[in-house]
């Protein structure tokens, strides 16, 4: 299937490892140009390397204002244009309402949500010149279903899907979709980090935690990343041009809500 991605220039955030690196490797596969961002220089820029020679990286950490907004003018000044935004970044520390104090809900906020709002302010512009955009929101299946020691994310991932919803009526007329995409349990650094704090709170060995998981998940293993950027790629194509404003998971069917 040609995804007509040949020609686009995309900007992934969260690119250094885990679903965001997958993702825009994805993209690059299928013709884009892109530019790739991580608060971590140096993993960016092997990140970048790894996934081609003309993929652009940017030391940028997303949660500061203003840094979302030169990740854009960087992609620009290089590429020309910038097509396709897929917001994504590291997740919050693991918690509870009782052991989380009101900094890191600040940073959390910044991480998860402003983040987005300005890279979609800073990318939308452009898009609207052209009437040809793509703006996809990694987030979680706590979107949707809250999962236990995650307040952080269970608090704002549905926020991000919700202004992702109404950014995507306001922009549909501009050629402009936007989307929602849920990860569940994906073999990434961050859910075995996650399990490892789950273990830790537990007392019982991480090993215990996976298999507890994928117990839940009816499809019976964890998700992969290219399972993911799969999906996020045709999201972002010419032929997705009537998807917009939705929220789609990609967890094994471990959601267990019918919408």
């Not at 690196?21 to 960016?44: K, M, T, W």
């Not at 990140?47 to 081609?52: H, K, L, M, T």
């Not at 961050?190 to 399990?195: C, D, F, G, K, P």
């Not at 009816?218 to 993911?228: A, D, F, S, Y």
Request: proline content about 5%; some cysteine.
């Amino acid at each position: 299937m040609n995804l007509g991605l040949e020609g686009k220039v995309a900007l992934v955030g969260g690119a250094s490892r885990g679903l965001g690196y997958a993702v825009a490797a994805e993209l690059a596969a299928e013709g884009a140009s892109v530019a790739v961002c991580s608060r971590d220089r140096d993993a960016i820029e092997a990140a970048a390397r790894e996934i081609g020679p003309e993929v652009l990286a940017i030391a940028a950490d997303l949660a500061v204002t203003g840094e979302p907004t030169r990740a854009v003018e960087e992609t620009i000044a290089r590429f020309g244009r910038l097509d396709i935004v897929v917001t994504n970044t590291g997740g919050p520390p693991a918690g509870t309402l009782e052991t989380l104090d009101l900094e890191e809900w600040d940073r959390a906020t910044a991480l998860l949500l402003k983040s987005a709002v300005e890279l979609c302010a800073a990318a939308l512009p452009g898009m609207r010149e052209r009437k040809w955009g793509r703006i996809l929101a990694i987030t979680s299946i706590t979107a949707k279903q809250p999962v236990d020691n995650l307040m952080l994310s269970n608090a704002l991932r549905p926020a991000v899907a919700g202004f992702a919803h109404g950014l995507a009526r306001e922009v549909a007329t501009d050629g402009i979709t936007v989307n929602t995409i849920q990860p569940g349990y994906i073999n990434t650094e961050r859910v075995i980090e996650l399990n490892r704090a789950n273990a830790a709170r537990e007392k019982v060995d991480p090993s215990a935690i996976k298999g507890r998981i994928e117990a839940e998940i009816p499809v019976g293993r964890l998700g992969e990343p290219r399972e993911l950027a799969a999906l996020a790629a045709f999201l972002a194509s010419e032929r997705a041009s009537y998807i917009t404003g939705g929220a789609f998971p990609v967890d094994g069917a471990w959601l267990r809500g019918s919408f």
